[in-house]
C-alpha cells in the first residue's frame, strides 16, 4: 500500500504542474511583496531600503487598528451568517423529497452569478437614508427608527459585512451541499433506523463527517472577510472618513492614493500572516485523523 | 420516509423561510434588469425599486453601440472555459497528490498552495503585470487565462482537499488489491467520488472568472481582447456616470451566466446524484 | 468510468485549443492591422507629394471618455487632428476611474500609453521615476506659451519650472449654489453669515427641504466645503496645510471644522450624505429638494438647464457681516498643473508632443465655444457658439476681482496630507466627529515647512 501511495513519479506528475504555475505566477509576488514592504518606494522608481521602519510606523499608525478591527469584524459576520445560513439551506435543500428544491437550489446561488457592482449598488439604494427600502419599511409599520446605516461610523461595517455575507452565502450553500451529498447514504439510514430525529441525525452524523467541508467552509470565509476590499471601495470608499478601512484597502490607499507602495506593502504582509494564522488556528481546532469507517 | 414528513408537518416555518430567502436572492436579477431599464432619476430618487415606468430600451442601444459585445463576449467565453479546464486539472490532481499520496511535504506543500488565498489581488498587480509581460504573455488570452488559472488553483485545491480527504482509504486499498494503476485509481475511483465538488468547483470558477475586473482592467489592452465587465468603463466618468447604460451593460455581462447556470445546473444535479450513487 | 477520463481529456484539450486559438487569433489580428496600414499607406501615398513627413502614425492614449464633459470635447480635437495631422491615427484606451493604478502598473511594466492624461499626483510620481516627458523644449518650440493666459501659468509649469503636460482645463472655482425659488417661497434670506447660515438651514428643515445638497461620497467636495468656510479668515486655505505652513489647530482651521460640526448637527445636509454620488445629489437641487447645492463651477452648465433662471450662485457667508465683504473674493478652488502629457520612450516624441499640445488646444476651444465653459488656460479665438449662462456670466465678471484661491483635493501636492484631508473632512460630514480629532487626524499628516 505505501508503495502504492507512495508513488514517485505520480506524486510529482500530480503536484509540479500546479506548483509550478503557481510559484510563479502567485507565489513570485508575494515573495516581492514582503520583500518590498522593507523598502519606502513608490512603486515605480529605485526606492531605499530601510528594514523594519514601516513596521514601525504601521504599528504606530491608528488607521492600521481601525483596519484590522474592520477585518475582523467583517470577517466574524460573513463566517457566521455564511456557514450558518448556508448549512440550514443546505441540509433542507438536500431532502429528495422537497418540493420544489430544484428552484430553491438555483435561487439561493442567483446573488454569487451577479457581479459584485450590481450587487453593490442595489444594497446602496437598500440603505440609503433618504429614498432607502429599509427605513422605507420602519416608516410603514410606524417606527421612527430612520438609520443612516453607511454614513455611521458604527454601523456602516456592519453593513457592508452583511452584503457580502449575503451575497456569498450562496458559495456556501454550494460547498456544503455538495458536502451532504458526499455523506454516504447508508449511515443516514442507520440513523433513522436508531429512531433518530432529523435534527440529531444532521448533529451526530453529518456535521461530524463534514468536518473536512466545514473546514474549507471556514478558511474560505475567514480570510475572506480579513482580505474584504470590493464590497468597501464599492461602497462606501474607506468612508465615513476611514471608518470602513480594512488592511487591503488601507494597502490599496497607500500604494496608489498616496505613493507610499512599501509601507502598503507592509499591511498586505501582515494581512498575509494574520490569514495564516487564521488558517493554522482553524486546522489545529478541527484536527481530524483521516476519517476511516 | 414518514418521520421527515412529520417533521415537515410539524415545523411549517422551514419551507416559509426557504421561499422568502429565495425571493430575496432572486430580486436583485429582478432589480437589475428594472435597472436597466431607467434613467438616473429613476434609479435614485423616484423609484428605485419598483418597475420601470417607462422602458429605456435606448440604454440597451447606448451600451450595444460603446464597445463590441459580442467580440467581448466571446473573449470572456473563451478565457472562462480555458480557465475552468486549466485550474480544475491541475488543482484536482495536486490535491490528490497532497491528500492521499504519501510523500513528506503533502501537509506544507497543502499549506503553501492556500497562501495564495491570504493576498488580495490588489497587492501584486504591479509585480503580476511585470511577470505577465516578461513571459510574453502581454496582449493574447494567456496574459488572462494563465494569471486566471494560477489564482483559482489555491482555491480549488482547498476544496478538492477537502472531498478527497474525506474519502475512506478502503477505496484504494481495494483498488490496489485489484491491481489498478495508481493513475487508473485516480481516474476511474477517486475522481466520480468527488464528483460533486468538481461540478461545484466548475461553476465556481466560471463565475470568478467571467465577472473578474481588477486584473482584466490592467492586464488587457487591446480592444479585441477584452472580456465584458470592461464594458463597464465605458460609462463611469469622473463625476458624473450614465448609470441606466451601466445597468444595461451588467444584465448584457450577466445574464448569460444566470441562463447558463439555470440551464446547466440540471446538469449538476445529475453530476450530483451520480457521484452519491457510486459512493452508495 | 471511461466517461471521467474522456471529459478530463477533453477538458485538456479545450485549454489547449483555447490558448492555441489565443496565439492564432494575435496573429490573425497582426496580419490584419498589417493590411489595415499598407491600406493607409498606399492611401496616403499621393499625398506624400505634398508632406513629406507624413508617414502613418500610431498613437495610443490614455484618457477620460465617459461622459458628454469628456467625450465631446475629446472627439471634437480628434476630427480637428485629421484635418491638421491627417496621418495621425489615435488609439483610444478609456481611463480608469481607479486612483491611476492603472497608469501606474502600465509605467512598471514599460508599458506606457504614448499620450496620457495627468494630474498632479500623477506628474510627481512619475516625475521621479522618469516616466514622464519634460516639455519644456516643445512649449517653445510650439510657442504653447503665447497660447497661455498669464493667470493660468500655473496650469502649464509646475512648481520645478518644467512642463511635464499640455493644460485643457483652466484654473476652477467652487461655488455654492442656490435654489432661488426655494429661498423666496420658505422667506428665507440668502444668507451672507453664518448666524444667517444656521437660520436657513433650521427654516428649510422645518420646511422638509434639505438645506445643502453635497456628494459627499467622493471625498474632495468635502474638503471644498472645508476650505470654503476656512477662506473666510485665511484665504490660502488647505492650500497652507498642505505647504506645511499652517497647523489644524490654528484657529482659521479649527473654527471652520467646529462651525461644520454645528451646522452638519443641525441638520444641513441630506441623511446619509456621505454616501451620496453626484448623480444622488444632484438630483436632490436640481428636483427642488434641496436649496443649496455645492459643486465646481462646471456645474452652472447643468444647474442652468435643469433648474434655468432658479439657479444662482452666492458669496460664501461670512463670520459676520464685515467679514463677508472682506473675504467676498476669496474664493476656493483654483487649478494645477496637468493635462495631456508624453511617454518619455514614445517612437517619435516630437509627433506625440505635437499631438498632445494640438489636442489640449482643441479640448479647451471646444470647451469654451460648446460647452460654456470660459475657464480653460489657452487663449481661443473662435466665437462662442454656446452663450454663457447667467451664473457664468456673473462669474466671468467677477474673475478679475478675485483676490485670492486655493485648490481642489486632487490639487493638493502632499499625497499623504491629501489622504488624510480627505478622509477627515469626510467624517465632519457625519456630525459624530469632534474638531479635536479632526486637528489630531489632520495634523499627523502635515508635512514639514519646506
Known amino acids: 500500500m505505501n508503495k502504492f501511495l507512495g508513488n514517485k513519479t505520480a506524486i510529482l506528475l500530480f503536484i509540479l504542474p500546479a506548483l509550478l504555475l503557481y510559484t510563479v505566477m502567485v507565489f513570485y509576488p508575494i515573495v516581492q511583496t514582503f520583500f518590498r514592504s522593507m523598502y519606502e518606494w513608490d512603486g515605480l522608481s529605485e526606492g531605499t531600503f530601510i528594514w523594519f521602519d514601516n513596521y514601525t510606523r504601521l504599528f504606530q499608525d491608528s488607521l492600521f487598528f481601525t483596519s484590522v478591527k ?30 420544489g428544491r430544484k428552484l430553491l437550489r438555483i435561487s439561493f446561488f442567483i446573488p454569487v452569478v451577479l457581479s459584485i457592482t450590481v450587487v453593490c449598488q442595489l444594497w446602496l439604494s437598500i440603505y440609503n437614508g433618504e429614498y432607502g427600502l429599509i427605513n422605507k419599511i420602519f416608516e410603514m409599520i410606524g417606527l421612527e427608527y430612520k438609520q443612516d446605516w453607511l454614513s455611521s461610523s458604527k454601523s456602516a461595517i456592519v453593513a457592508i459585512a452583511f452584503v457580502n455575507a449575503w451575497q456569498y452565502m450562496g458559495y456556501h450553500f454550494a460547498l456544503l451541499l455538495a458536502g451532504v451529498k458526499s455523506v454516504p447514504e447508508q449511515y443516514m439510514e442507520a440513523a433513522r433506523i436508531d429512531g433518530a430525529t432529523k435534527l440529531q441525525a444532521i448533529l451526530k452524523i453529518n456535521i461530524p463527517m463534514m468536518a473536512e467541508t466545514y473546514k474549507f467552509c471556514l478558511v474560505f470565509a475567514i480570510t475572506g472577510g480579513l482580505n474584504a476590499f470590493a464590497n468597501m471601495y464599492i461602497m462606501t470608499s474607506g468612508g465615513p472618513g476611514t471608518s470602513t478601512y480594512t488592511l487591503t484597502y488601507l494597502m490599496y490607499r497607500s500604494a496608489f492614493r498616496v505613493g507610499e507602495f512599501g509601507y502598503g506593502s507592509a499591511a498586505a504582509a501582515i494581512l498575509v500572516i494574520e490569514c495564516l494564522i487564521a488558517t493554522l488556528i482553524i486546522n489545529r481546532l478541527i484536527a481530524r485523523e483521516r476519517i476511516s469507517y | 420516509m414518514t418521520w421527515m414528513m412529520k417533521l415537515r408537518k410539524s415545523n411549517p416555518g422551514m419551507p416559509i423561510f426557504l421561499w422568502l430567502y429565495a425571493i430575496l436572492s432572486v430580486y436583485p436579477l429582478v432589480w437589475m434588469i428594472f435597472y436597466s431599464l431607467k434613467n438616473n432619476d429613476e434609479i435614485f430618487v423616484t423609484n428605485p425599486f419598483g418597475p420601470p415606468m417607462h422602458l429605456r430600451f435606448e440604454n440597451y442601444v447606448e451600451a450595444w453601440s460603446k ?164 464594458g463597464l468603463l465605458f460609462f463611469q466618468g469622473q463625476f458624473t456616470t450614465d448609470w441606466g447604460a451601466m445597468g444595461a451593460a451588467m444584465t448584457i455581462a450577466s445574464l448569460p451566466t444566470v441562463l447558463i447556470y439555470i440551464l446547466f445546473s440540471e446538469q449538476v444535479e445529475n453530476a450530483l446524484t451520480v457521484g452519491s450513487a457510486v459512493k452508495g | 468510468m471511461k466517461k471521467m477520463a474522456i471529459f478530463i481529456m477533453s477538458l485538456c484539450l479545450v485549454f489547449v485549443a483555447a490558448c492555441g486559438s489565443g496565439g492564432n487569433n494575435e496573429a490573425a489580428n497582426n496580419k490584419a492591422t498589417d493590411e489595415g496600414n499598407k491600406e493607409t499607406a498606399t492611401n496616403a501615398a499621393p499625398e506624400e507629394t505634398k508632406a513629406e513627413e507624413a508617414k502613418p502614425v500610431k498613437l495610443r492614449i490614455y484618457a477620460q471618455y465617459a461622459d458628454d464633459d469628456t467625450k465631446l470635447p475629446y472627439d471634437y480635437a480628434v476630427a480637428e487632428l485629421k484635418k491638421e495631422m491627417p496621418n495621425v491615427e489615435l488609439e483610444l484606451e478609456v481611463q480608469a476611474q481607479d486612483d491611476g493604478q492603472k497608469l501606474k502598473t502600465y509605467a512598471a511594466t514599460g508599458n506606457l500609453p504614448d499620450i496620457f492624461q495627468a494630474g498632479l499626483d500623477i506628474i510627481t510620481t512619475f516625475k521621479k521615476s522618469g516616466n514622464i516627458l519634460e516639455l519644456d523644449s516643445y512649449v517653445d518650440e510650439l510657442g504653447f506659451r503665447d497660447k497661455m493666459y498669464p493667470s493660468t501659468m500655473n496650469t502649464l509649469v509646475a512648481d520645478d519650472g518644467h512642463t511635464y503636460a499640455f493644460p485643457y482645463a483652466g484654473n476652477e472655482f467652487v461655488l455654492l449654489y442656490y435654489n432661488k425659488e426655494l429661498f423666496e417661497q420658505n422667506n428665507v434670506k440668502v444668507p451672507t453669515t453664518y448666524d444667517e447660515l444656521m437660520t436657513a438651514v433650521k427654516a428649510f428643515n422645518a420646511a422638509g427641504i434639505t438645506p445643502m445638497s453635497l456628494f459627499a461620497k467622493e471625498k474632495w467636495p468635502t474638503v471644498a466645503l472645508f476650505d470654503m468656510f476656512v477662506t473666510r479668515n485665511e484665504p490660502q486655505g488647505i492650500l497652507k496645510l498642505d505647504k506645511g505652513e499652517a497647523s489644524a489647530s490654528d484657529p482659521a482651521y479649527k473654527e471652520a471644522a467646529d462651525k461644520i460640526i454645528e451646522l452638519v448637527k443641525a441638520g444641513m445636509l441630506p441623511k446619509g450624505a456621505t454616501n451620496l454620488n453626484y448623480d444622488q445629489a444632484a438630483a436632490l437641487f436640481h428636483q427642488g429638494k434641496a436649496a443649496m447645492f455645492l459643486n465646481g463651477q462646471w456645474e452652472i452648465a447643468e444647474s442652468t438647464k435643469q433648474l434655468g433662471e432658479k439657479a444662482g450662485w452666492m458669496y460664501f457667508p461670512g463670520k459676520d457681516a464685515a467679514n463677508y465683504e472682506a473675504s467676498k473674493y476669496a474664493f476656493s478652488g483654483g487649478g494645477g498643473p496637468g493635462g495631456y502629457a508624453v511617454n518619455p520612450d514614445t517612437k517619435d516624441k516630437d509627433v506625440a508632443a505635437k499631438v498632445a499640445a494640438f489636442l489640449s488646444l482643441k479640448y479647451a476651444e471646444y470647451k469654451y465655444t460648446e460647452r460654456g465653459n470660459p475657464l480653460v488656460s489657452t487663449k481661443v479665438d473662435k466665437a462662442i457658439v454656446t452663450e454663457y449662462p447667467p451664473m457664468m456670466k456673473q462669474l466671468s465678471d467677477d474673475i478679475a476681482k478675485i483676490t485670492s484661491t486655493t485648490s481642489f483635493a486632487w490639487g493638493l501636492s502632499d499625497a499623504k496630507f491629501k489622504a488624510a484631508i480627505e478622509d477627515a473632512s469626510q467624517s465632519l460630514m457625519t456630525g459624530a466627529y469632534s474638531s479635536e480629532q479632526f486637528i489630531e487626524d489632520v495634523n499627523k499628516a502635515i508635512p514639514a515647512a519646506k
Open chain 1, 70 to 99: 474592520n477585518g475582523l469584524i467583517f470577517a466574524v459576520i460573513i463566517t457566521v451568517t455564511q456557514i450558518g445560513i448556508g448549512s440550514i439551506l443546505a441540509f433542507a435543500v438536500a431532502d429528495a423529497k422537497f418540493k
Open chain 2, 67 to 230: 464597445y463590441n459585445v459580442p467580440v467581448y463576449f466571446m473573449n470572456s467565453l473563451l478565457v472562462a472555459v480555458a480557465t475552468v479546464a486549466g485550474a480544475i486539472l491541475l488543482a484536482v490532481m495536486f490535491s490528490y497528490a497532497a491528500a492521499r499520496l504519501r510523500w513528506r511535504f503533502s501537509k506544507i506543500a497543502h499549506t503553501y498552495i492556500l497562501v495564495g488565498m491570504f493576498i488580495p489581488i490588489q497587492v501584486i498587480m504591479i509585480p503580476l503585470a511585470i511577470l505577465v509581460r516578461d513571459l510574453n504573455l502581454a496582449n493574447t488570452y494567456g496574459a488572462l487565462i494563465i494569471p486566471y488559472i494560477a489564482f483559482n488553483i489555491s482555491f480549488a485545491s482547498m476544496v478538492f482537499y477537502g472531498f478527497f480527504r474525506s474519502i475512506p482509504i478502503e477505496m484504494e486499498e481495494s483498488a490496489c488489491i485489484d491491481g489498478a494503476s495508481i493513475y487508473r485509481t485516480f481516474f476511474s475511483i477517486m475522481l466520480p467520488i468527488i464528483k460533486p465538488a468538481l461540478a461545484t468547483m466548475v461553476i465556481f470558477i466560471f463565475l470568478n472568472s467571467w465577472n473578474e475586473f481588477t486584473m482584466a482592467v490592467i492586464l488587457i489592452t487591446k480592444e479585441s481582447l477584452k472580456t465584458l465587465p470592461l
